[in-house]
C-alpha cells in the first residue's frame, strides 16, 4: 500500500488548498491511500461538519484514490481538545507534541490515545526512540505498549516551504539503524507514511513512495493495509 496519511487543506490555519487540489496530486503522484488530517484547532467546532465534507470525497474519487478522514490533534498552547469534544468517529487521529515539555499529554499518550476514541490512532512527526530514553523506558518496552494500545508510528517524510525545507532526523536515523527496525518488527507495531503537505506545488509525492517502498522491504507493517 502506498499511503500517505499526513495531508492538510485550507481547514487548517496553515493549510491553503482545497481538497480537490491535494486528492489530485496525491493521484497524479501514485498515491494508493490518501488521509486528510487538518489540524482540530483549525476545524473547531465543525468536526462532524468537516467530517462528512472530507468523506463525501472517498466515492467522489473511487477507483482513482483511496481516501480517509482523520484529525491531527495539537496538545500544546491550549489549542488541545477540551474534555467534551468527541471525535470518535474519525477514521483515524495524529497526536503530535508529546515530546514538548509543554505537552498536556506527555508521557502519558497511552490514555490520550483511548480518550480519543479513533479505530486508529499514530503520533506524528515525533522521535519516539528518543522519546523513550528522556522518559526512561526501556525501547522493547517503550514499543510493545504502543503495539498493545494499536498506536502507530509516523514516519514523516515531509521536505516543503511550510517547514523551511528541513528533513526530520529521526526519519534519516530510522532507515540507517537496523537496530530501530528490529525492535519496531518485534514489538509488532505498525508504521505510516506522511508529506505533512500544506500547498500542493510543494508536494512530494516521490518521497511518500520511496519510504513506503523502504518499510515493504523491511517487513514492517503499516496501518489500514485492507482499508476498503
Not at 490555519?13 to 498515491?31: H, L, N, S, V
Not at 480519543?116 to 525501547?139: P, R
Amino acid at each position: 500500500m502506498i499511503m500517505d496519511i499526513h495531508s492538510h487543506t485550507y481547514f487548517s490555519m496553515c493549510g491553503r488548498d482545497e481538497p480537490d487540489f491535494t486528492i489530485q496530486a496525491a493521484i497524479d503522484g501514485g498515491i494508493e491511500l490518501f488521509g486528510i488530517s487538518d489540524h482540530n484547532y483549525g476545524i473547531a467546532d465543525r468536526k462532524r461538519e468537516y467530517y462528512d465534507f472530507i468523506c463525501s470525497y472517498k466515492e467522489k474519487y473511487k477507483g482513482k484514490i483511496k481516501i480517509i478522514c482523520g484529525i491531527e490533534l495539537a496538545t500544546v498552547n491550549r489549542l488541545w481538545l477540551s474534555d467534551d469534544e468527541d471525535i470518535s468517529f474519525f477514521d483515524y487521529c495524529l497526536i503530535e507534541h508529546i515530546d514538548r515539555p509543554d505537552s498536556v499529554v506527555g508521557k502519558d499518550f497511552v490514555n490520550y490515545a483511548k480518550r480519543c476514541g479513533c479505530a486508529e490512532v499514530g503520533i506524528a512527526h515525533t522521535d519516539l526512540f528518543g522519546f523513550a530514553e528522556k522518559i526512561g523506558m526501556d525501547d522493547c518496552e517503550f514499543f510493545s505498549q504502543l503495539a498493545d494500545n494499536n498506536i502507530f508510528w509516523e514516519m514523516n517524510v515531509n521536505y516543503d516551504s511550510i517547514h523551511g525545507y528541513n528533513e526530520h532526523a529521526y526519519v534519516k536515523n530510522f532507515v540507517q539503524s537496523e537496530y530501530q527496525q528490529d525492535i519496531i518488527r518485534k514489538c509488532g507495531v505498525k508504521v505510516s507514511v506522511g508529506f505533512d503537505g500544506h500547498r500542493v506545488e510543494d508536494y512530494k509525492p516521490e518521497r511518500v513512495i520511496e519510504m513506503c517502498e523502504f518499510l515493504h522491504q523491511k517487513n514492517i507493517v503499516m496501518p489500514f493495509g485492507d482499508k476498503k
